[in-house]
């Protein structure tokens, strides 16, 4: 689904997993990087390159050769592993790099994850980020910290099944020797302890999970690399025993890249079970992932009534005059049954007709494909407000269904004629109207429900002197259908049970049911 003019195409599979409470966001670096290149240098913080680089002029240190070649292939955590070795405490210098100018930090996509989860009953947000910017996000919301929006710190990280908040499963500042930073830092939190690889294990073994603010050399997605693999094996046995396995997706900034390179980058994530999904991110400009998530978290806490007043607003428009986003929203929303229902009893510009159409909508009604559900009803009325507008037109788009429509279109036709609320339509339109329903009537085995409202069309046909149609459709509203049935005959079972001769007996008893 599209939500801005941005053109981000989230899947369906996603906004149903986060309405069904089945989504955890995983929260990385990128979220608290430069959104913009105009924006002000003390708004943002670095990311784990550049946060390497800062804490080198700290240390008065100089990047060797090794060590560029190091950062360059994301090996961040072995160079801040080495002088952490030689007794600079890297983990000190980070917090105090990730705490400045907190308040003066831009929280707009921070705050459109917080509100993604507004009407969520379970929030569920995991950040391998270090900074506090998630809860001041959160603060800003008007939200606190409590039961719904617990935060968990590691290395004491709640069980996933109960888990609700925001969890800092690499540390946050306000304890900086429990920061996952070096690559002794990995090995105690994914191997030896492992109480980072298990609660990210568990957590990608029970929930779908999107990834935003992630690039594929940022180290923590390197180390969740190795509970993504672990879940894997194991949902491999389960897909076998018939469960379904989660899903993963991950908000990628498409940088103009070419074909080639696009495809490789595709591949890269999916080598690692994760679907991208790119957002335009030219000219260092990533405010189209905060446009769209701050969009569709706004749709998600949308009420059942905000939806239908702004398919209604939507509907008011013919389906060109709308931006490609606003169709697709309603596309979207239009799956819901009762929406559906309620769209169609707005007065709608004939063009909807197509688009619905195209949609799927009339496929029961036109195609007989599938059965009658609630919102069918009204399309029946809406279809024949349509063809009463512009009979042509609109019989024009639907012949090659003649044969397969649904008898409820033409007795919803005559239900209008016999009132009178077909303004318009002359003799010609009539027999054309009658004409173009005939292969559909002609199949039918009974007419009985509609012959009480052809009153008034047999008159008129017959006041104009077009005694071969009147005839046609009288025969057709006289029209029964006769039903064959046959039941045990028990003078024939009691016979053949006692042994007595049965050649003069009917086996079954003969009904004549007519319809």
Not at 49 to 76: C, P, W
Request: hydrophobic letters at 40%.
């Amino acid at each position: 689904m599209i939500f801005t003019d941005d053109g981000v195409n989230l899947p369906e599979r996603l906004l149903e997993s986060l309405v069904s409470d089945r989504l955890v966001v995983f929260v990385g670096a990128g979220v608290s990087m430069r959104a913009y290149r105009a924006q002000a240098l003390d708004s943002y913080y670095p990311g784990f390159k550049e946060l390497t680089r800062v804490i080198a002029q700290r240390l008065s240190r100089v990047l060797t050769k090794t060590e560029e070649g190091y950062l360059k292939n994301g090996d961040i955590d072995r160079v801040l592993g080495e002088w952490d070795d030689q007794r600079c405490d890297v983990r000190s210098h980070a917090a105090i790099i990730l705490q400045a100018n907190e308040a003066g930090q831009r929280l707009e996509l921070h705050r459109a994850i917080i509100r993604l989860f507004a009407s969520n009953p379970t929030p569920r947000v995991v950040t391998t980020n270090f900074d506090h910017l998630l809860i001041r996000a959160l603060e800003a919301e008007g939200f606190q910290t409590g039961v719904k929006w617990s935060v968990s710190i590691a290395p004491a990280l709640p069980p996933v099944r109960r888990f609700s908040g925001i969890c800092y499963l690499h540390g946050r500042v306000d304890e900086a020797q429990d920061m996952v930073l070096t690559d002794k830092d990995i090995g105690r939190a994914y191997m030896d302890e492992g109480w980072a690889l298990r609660f990210a294990h568990s957590i990608f073994q029970r929930f779908d999970v999107l990834f935003v603010g992630y690039r594929l050399e940022d180290p923590p997605l390197r180390y969740l690399s190795l509970a993504l693999e672990g879940i894997t094996e194991r949902e491999l046995s389960l897909a076998l025993e018939g469960i379904t396995e989660r899903e993963r997706w991950a908000l990628v900034p498409d940088q103009g890249l070419d074909g080639s390179k696009k495809t490789e980058t595709e591949q890269d994530w999916q080598r690692r079970h994760v679907e991208p999904i790119w957002y335009p991110a030219k000219d260092g400009d990533y405010r189209a992932l905060e446009r769209t998530i701050d969009a569709w978290g706004k749709d998600n806490s949308r009420s059942f009534l905000d939806r239908r007043n702004l398919l209604a607003d939507i509907g008011k428009s013919k389906p060109n005059h709308l931006k490609p986003h606003e169709l697709n929203r309603a596309k979207f929303f239009l799956q819901d049954p009762p929406s559906l229902r309620d769209f169609a009893k707005a007065f709608l510009d004939i063009d909807w007709f197509d688009t619905l159409f195209s949609w799927g909508h009339f496929d029961f009604l036109l195609k007989g494909v599938g059965k009658w559900s609630e919102p069918d009803g009204t399309l029946v009325e809406r279809f024949i407000d349509w063809m009463l507008s512009n009979p042509v037109d609109l019989l024009g788009k639907v012949t090659e269904h003649r044969s397969t429509m649904h008898a409820a279109l033409f007795d919803q036709f005559c239900r209008r004629y016999q009132d009178g609320k077909v303004a318009g339509v002359d003799l010609t339109s009539l027999r054309r109207i009658l004409e173009f329903f005939r292969p559909g009537i002609d199949q039918r085995r009974s007419f009985v429900s509609t012959a009480i409202f052809i009153k008034r069309i047999l008159g008129d046909l017959l006041d104009a002197r077009c005694e071969d149609d009147a005839f046609w459709l009288l025969s057709i509203a006289l029209r029964t259908e006769s039903v064959i049935t046959k039941g045990i005959n028990f003078a024939f079972q009691a016979a053949k049970f006692e042994g007595k001769a049965t050649e003069t007996i009917l086996e079954y008893e003969r009904a004549w049911i007519t319809v």
